[in-house]
């Protein structure tokens, strides 16, 4: 049998990624949160400069790699750490657009459903569900971690859209499911989990408003997320 020398997007090499890796879309954030929260941090991937780090938190190992935007990349990402690295959790975390005036900036919301138009799910694996779901066990551990630190949050269903740029769909779903806000990623991360039989979450911070036209910078975005990046990390290593 021949050397495993990664993929054609991941020159990490089996061992390298922790069983639990956390995915921002941002790959520079990827990298702060490493340099921040991780001791003896290590970047496992730099090919097309989605940067991969695994180190420890508290002692326990965890993984954080950028996914780039967009449904198609997170496809890609997600698939290949599930089924060529031995990736068990995958979890989402990432920034929203909020479609409720009551959802400030910087508020936290763990997704329980993920509805899109996307045909992701239905062309990779026949699913024809505009609804994907997360893993419970992964949604309580996230839940128990924001609880046990004090944080609140929302939890609730969002929309993934294909499109950023988007007023159409922006009128249409909001009021068909009674959505809490959009990202563009995680209908395809738990489509992908659903067909390999692993688990997958996703934990947004509202860095914009639909609504309220207000937004986050650039490099709050970056580096700004506190609040999701500790629930995220507690919840990590319990899994």
């Known amino acids: ?14 061992g390298d990624i922790a069983k639990t890796v956390l995915m921002p879309g941002d790959p520079l954030r990827a990298k702060w949160i490493a340099e921040t929260f991780l001791e003896d941090a290590k970047c496992f991937n730099t090919v097309r400069g989605m940067l991969g780090y695994t180190g420890k938190y508290k002692g326990v190992e965890v993984s954080v790699m950028g996914s780039g935007m967009g449904i198609p990349s997170i496809g890609i990402y997600s698939y290949e750490l599930f089924k060529f690295y031995g990736v068990e959790n995958i979890v989402r975390i990432g920034s929203a657009g909020a ?74 779903d909001p009021v068909k499911y009674d959505l809490l806000c959009a990202e563009m990623e995680s209908f395809g991360l738990f489509a992908n989990a659903r067909n ?25 975005r970056q580096t700004g997320f506190v609040d999701m990046m500790e629930i995220a990390l507690a919840a990590a290593i319990k899994m």
């Not at 049998?1 to 089996?14: D, I, Q, R, W, Y």
């Not at 694996?125 to 505009?130: N, Q, S, V």
Request: include cysteine; charge should be negative.
């Open 1 to 14: 049998m021949s050397e495993f020398k990664g993929t054609a997007h991941n020159a990490a090499k089996l």
């Open 99 to 172: 479609f409720k005036p009551e959802l400030n900036l910087f508020d936290v919301v763990i997704v329980d459903h993920a509805y899109s138009a996307s045909s992701y799910a239905k062309e990779a694996f026949g699913y024809t569900e505009d609804v994907q779901l997360p893993s419970e066990e992964l949604n309580a551990l996230l839940e128990e971690a924001a609880n046990r630190q004090g944080k609140k949050y929302w939890k609730g269903y969002i929309q993934s859209s294909d499109n950023f740029y988007s007023d159409y769909s922006i009128k249409r």
């Open 196 to 220: 390999l039989g692993k688990k997958a979450a996703c934990i947004l911070t509202i860095s914009d408003s639909i609504v309220n036209k207000t937004e986050t910078t650039p490099e709050q």
